[in-house]
């Protein structure tokens, strides 16, 4: 294809959207001209799908309740005058504490005013904060320091409490959980409190929940007289949520324009809410996907923004895309082993590490760009005439050129800079791409089985692990001896993994070595 075949094929095939200062072009990818015609009566079931999620349609037949993350950025679209109520009320006092945490009246049990965040959370609860975080902050200007707890590693939670140091009679916990019991999230925030208490703090004068009403965490909170607590709806999924307290909470704290992301959110969806494909950036993003994957997952997505501050999003979504389109079942209840997986970098980061592969390697893969438009910085010429701006941006158009020549596909999205209102753009943006995406290759993108048949198998490991214990004695025993004498002579190998562990951490005694069966374990000498 010669140069002046794409300028014909880019002009044709770019979507501008000037009222968000957005564009995407998809002209290097390789559908041809029959596609959208193809594919135009499946575009308008998604459309029609998507009309009547927004107009409040139970999305979750099993767990009979709603998908309403679009009413965040829109309260008066949600179908209940007290659905409005309840997200206008929310937004309302999330605005007010963090003005009172900023001016002082909200303030920490022995110190003058709060300066650090904790946030801690798991998934949603975490990746998006993280993200958001992470884009827009900066130490010069931010209000408040923030630091995330996001797994149930003890080290990597004592990691970040040390980091802390000194200034944890400072620090305002949130802890975010929907249902309170989740293990990752009541791990690190039992391990804040005992952080609290061992300097002499009462940890409920610094601490904020996000969390269901009525849930454990809820309870918890109101008994022992946390600063406030904030709503996690059941019609908002963890992965979409960050429009929600989950990410607003933090965002708030750290001195973000919260309005602007949701004014950001609302205008990408006045866009993407058109049934008019070819004008629809968030339409054409999930048909992209289906033409490269074959609609079966057949390709991943490398997301490659050229922006240090885009480095987050990529992780970010991966849990919105992967959890929401990775399923064993359609919705007919046939097994279809459906999703699309997602990994990424940044430019020019990338090139130095795995575009090796990318232009020369297996051809498994398409590649979403984000080009921002503004370098930032300080315009300082690392060569006459040229910046490092400028690098950057030549680096990602002869990175596309590259992979191009090569029969490697790409689409690129362009915003102007990275700020607030461009952040809810993007997150929306991808949201309703993930919707139509699913409706497309007809899987329930809104519930996660995979999540929760994992968290049951963990229990499952634990409650195992609780029979080892009780059965270790002072006599030396292998794992087949141990899983015979609870019951479990099938579950050598897990008795054999939990064994290892708690010999590791010292709660258990490895008395001789060898081979896995004959290893042998006694109570601490």
């Keep these: ?31 041809d001209d029959s596609f959208f015609t193809k594919m135009e009566p499946a575009m308008k079931s998604a459309f029609d799908a998507m009309d009547a999620l927004e107009k409040g349609a139970i999305a979750n037949p099993d767990e009979k309740r709603m998908v309403g993350h679009y009413w965040l950025r829109a309260p008066k679209r949600a179908p209940s005058p007290d659905i409005t109520t309840e997200i206008e009320g ?134 022992e007289g946390w600063l406030a607590r904030f709503p996690m709806w ?36 006045e866009i993407t809410r058109k049934h008019d494909t070819m004008k629809n950036p968030s339409a054409l993003l999930a048909l992209m996907w289906y033409h490269a ?37 359609n919705l007919k209840g046939e097994r279809v082993d459906q999703g699309i997986a997602v990994y990424g970098n940044k430019g020019s980061t990338d090139q130095h590490a795995y575009v090796q592969q990318l232009r020369d390697g297996v051809n498994n893969f398409f590649v979403t760009f984000v080009r921002v438009l503004e370098s930032g910085g300080e315009p300082v010429q ?21 992979l191009f020549g090569n029969d490697r596909q790409s ?17 929306a943006l991808f949201e309703r791409a993930v919707g139509f995406y699913g409706s497309l290759v007809g899987i329930n993108a809104y519930h996660q089985p995979g999540v929760e048949a994992g968290k049951k198998a963990a229990a499952a490991v634990l409650a195992l692990q609780n029979k080892v214990i009780a059965a270790i004695s002072a006599t030396p025993q292998n794992a087949v001896d141990i899983a015979s004498k609870i019951g479990a002579a099938d579950e050598a190998e897990t008795v054999l993994h939990v064994l290892e562990h708690l010999a590791a951490d010292g709660r258990a005694r490895l008395v001789e070595g060898g081979s896995p069966d004959r290893a042998t374990y006694a109570t601490k000498a």
């Design 1 to 31: 294809m010669t140069k002046a075949d794409l300028w014909k094929r880019y002009l044709k095939h770019v979507c501008p959207c000037p009222s968000i200062d957005l564009s995407l072009d998809i002209s290097r990818m390789t559908f």
């Design 90 to 223: 929310t937004l309302a006092r999330i605005k007010s504490f963090a003005a009172d945490v900023h001016a002082g009246k909200i303030k920490p049990q022995k110190a003058a005013k709060f300066t650090q965040v904790l946030s801690i959370g798991i998934g949603g609860s975490a990746l998006g904060p993280m993200f958001v975080s992470d884009a827009l902050g900066d130490p010069k200007t931010d209000k408040m320091h923030l630091h995330f707890i996001d797994n149930t590693d003890p080290d990597g939670i004592a990691r970040t409490l040390r980091i802390i140091g000194p200034k944890l009679s400072e620090t305002l916990v949130i802890s975010i959980s929907k249902s309170g019991g989740t293990p990752d999230s009541r791990n690190a925030t039992t391990h804040a409190e005992a952080a609290y208490k061992a300097v002499g703090l009462e940890f409920g004068k610094h601490a904020v929940a996000v969390t269901g009403v009525g849930s454990h965490l809820d309870k918890q909170a109101t008994t």
């Design 234 to 269: 059941d019609w908002v999924g963890g992965r979409t949520s960050e429009l929600s307290a989950v990410g607003l909470v933090p965002a708030a704290l750290q001195g973000f324009d919260v309005d602007a992301m949701l004014a950001g959110a609302a205008a990408c969806d």
């Design 293 to 329: 994957t074959g609609g079966k997952g057949q390709k991943d997505m490398v997301v490659l923004p050229y922006k240090d501050r885009l480095l987050l999003f990529s992780r970010y979504l991966q849990q919105l895309v992967m959890e929401s389109l990775g399923k064993r079942l």
């Design 382 to 402: 690392v060569e006459p005439g040229v910046t490092a701006g400028d690098y950057l941006h030549g680096f990602w158009l002869g990175t596309r050129e590259a």
């Design 411 to 427: 689409m690129t999205i362009s915003i102007r800079h990275v700020d607030a209102r461009n952040i809810g753009i993007l997150i």
